[in-house]
C-alpha cells in the first residue's frame, strides 16, 4: 500500500478475477501485472472471494475510474477522475458510445470538454478514426464543404467518420443548413449531398461540445438539440471537484515522476477559485515544479503564484 495508488487487497482480488493491471506507483512508475494460473485455481480463488470480501463483486474494488461500468481499465490511466459527482455522470458513458447514442458535453471552459469527448470515442470500441472540427472557424460555404466535401463526397468528414466518431466542438455555431442535415443523419444514418442529391450511407459518433447554454438556446435548431442530448455529460468547475488536489499531482508528475507535495498544498489549492479550470491549474503547477527546489513542492511555492485570496463558494459547493 505505501508503494502503489491502490490497496493491496483490492490489487490481489481483481487478479484474481484474471485481470491484467496496469499498477502506479506513487512516484509515478508503471508496471502490468497478471496472475498465471489454471481455470480451478480462479475458480478457487474466486470462491474464497465471495466468503472473505463479497461487497468486492459488487464494487470492483480499485480507484472510482475503474468503477464506471464497460470500461477497460485502461482507458482512464492518463485521467484523474476520482469526484464522486463526476464518476456518476460517466458511469454510462461507455455504454452510451458503444450503443452509438449522441453524447453532448457541456462545460466551462478548460474543463476537459475533448479529453471526454475523446474519452467517448476510445470507449465506443469503433474501427474508424476521430474527426474534430471547431464550428467556430467556419461560415456557411467552408462548413458545408468540410462536412459534406465537394461533389463526389469523398472528403467529407461525415463519410471519413462512418465508422468513426466526429467529434464538433461549439455546436452551436453550425450554420442551419448544417444542422438539418446532421439531424437526418442521427434519425436515419444517411445524407443526401446538397449538391448533387447523391445519398450517402454514415453512422459515426457523434460527439458534441458547448460552453455556453444560452447560445445553444438560441442558435440550435430544436430538432437537432434534442437529439444531440441523447446522452449529457455536465463538466463541473474545477473548484466544485473534490479531487483537485490529486489532479495537480498528476499533472506535475507528468512533468517531474519524483514530485511530491507537502502537507497543506491540497488545502492551499482549495482557497483559489481556479476561473481558468484545467487551463490554469496546468500553467499554475507548471511554474511551481519548476520553482520548487527539490522534489518536494510546498505551500510557498503556490503562494508565490496565486493570489492570497479565500475561495468564492456557491451553494452546494463541494470542498
Known sequence: DSVFEQRFEDVALRLVK???LRLRDRMGSAVSARCVANKASFALAMRLAQKTMPEFLTTAGGSKRDRISGVDGNLFRDVVIEDDALVAQLRSLPEAAQRNTPI???????????????LAHAASRRDGE???????LLDGPSAEKMLFGDVGGQDSLLV???????????????????????TRVIDAGEFH????GKLYK????LVTLSTDSAVINENLLSALKYRIEGFVVSLPALRDRSDLGQIALRMARSMRKDVQFAHGVAARLLQYDWPGNLHELRSVVSRAVMAAEGTVIHTHDFD??????ARN????TAC
Open 104 to 118: 453532448h458535453i457541456h462545460g466551462a471552459v478548460g474543463t476537459g470538454k475533448e479529453v471526454i469527448g475523446r
Open 313 to 316: 463558494d456557491h451553494p452546494g
Open 193 to 196: 449531398h446538397p449538391a448533387d
Open 18 to 20: 484474471g485481470e491484467t
Open 304 to 309: 508565490a503564484i496565486l493570489p492570497m485570496v
Open 130 to 136: 476521430l474527426f474534430r472540427v471547431d464550428a467556430r
Open 160 to 182: 471519413k467518420a462512418a465508422t468513426g466518431t466526429l467529434l464538433i466542438d461549439e455546436v452551436a455555431n453550425l450554420p442551419l443548413t448544417v444542422q438539418a442535415v446532421l
Open 202 to 205: 454514415v453512422s459515426p459518433l
